[in-house]
């Protein structure tokens, strides 16, 4: 019986425009591009003679996208990378699956990154699509509390009557400037531990 460990790794082709910023973004966007890229280990003992493997996204309702591969025969311990490219289908989990046959016939158990052995019927891993509504409300509401915290403060600011004009919109800007790196670092991080 041979062993095999397999991991997925996407990254978004997406990028995120706001006015006049560009950005590449982690999150993958339906009907957008990303790359998958499937790293094949053979953790078992023996030496794997070769073979097939198929990996399988399947997406929520009825579509899938079918990915097969010629696997060279590996020892122990050597990994296979394969890449492709391909579209987010649509919005909600896609389930991937992965089946490895073996030129032999002997059976090859799958798992996932873990080290959890999955049956042909259990998937290996799973991805988020996201339609640009969500992504969009979501900056929007960054945006909007940034506005309020800076309105909040430069009310403070405007209470102190003694305080010239100059200083008091030297401050506000100084606020805003410190304020929206912090929201958006929350935001990177907060996303980051998700996708963990």
């Known amino acids: 019986m041979y062993k095999f460990r397999v991991e997925v790794v996407t990254v978004s082709q997406a990028r995120l425009k706001?006015?006049?910023?560009?950005?590449?973004?982690?999150?993958?966007?339906?009907?957008?591009?990303?790359?998958?890229?499937?790293?094949?280990?053979?953790?078992?003992?023996?030496?794997?003679?070769?073979?097939?493997?198929?990996?399988t996204f399947n997406w929520m309702g009825i579509q899938a996208v079918y990915f097969q591969y010629c696997l060279p025969p590996l020892k122990s311990?050597?990994?296979?990378?394969?890449?492709?490219?391909?579209?987010?289908?649509?919005?909600?989990?896609?389930?991937?699956?992965?089946?490895?046959?073996?030129?032999?016939?002997?059976?090859?158990?799958?798992?996932?990154?873990?080290?959890?052995?999955?049956?042909?019927n259990i998937a290996?891993?799973?991805?988020?699509?996201?339609?640009?509504?969500?992504?969009?409300?979501f900056w929007g509401l960054v945006v909007s509390a940034t506005s309020l915290f800076i309105i909040a403060?430069?009310?403070?600011i405007l209470a102190i009557q003694y305080v010239p004009d100059f200083i008091r919109w030297l401050l506000f800007i100084l606020l805003f400037l410190i304020g929206t790196p912090i929201v958006f670092q929350y935001w990177n991080t907060h996303r980051k531990r998700k996708e963990k």
Request: hydrophobic fraction near 35%.
């Open 18 to 55: 706001l006015y006049f910023l560009s950005k590449k973004i982690n999150t993958l966007v339906v009907n957008e591009r990303f790359d998958a890229i499937f790293k094949l280990k053979n953790i078992g003992d023996e030496l794997f003679p070769g073979g097939k493997a198929i990996i």
């Open 124 to 137: 290996i891993s799973s991805i988020n699509g996201r339609t640009w509504e969500e992504i969009y409300g």
């Open 77 to 120: 311990e050597d990994e296979k990378l394969f890449h492709e490219t391909t579209d987010v289908l649509t919005h909600g989990f896609s389930l991937i699956f992965c089946t490895i046959q073996s030129h032999d016939g002997k059976e090859v158990d799958v798992y996932d990154k873990y080290g959890n052995k999955r049956q042909a």
């Open 153 to 156: 403060i430069e009310k403070i």
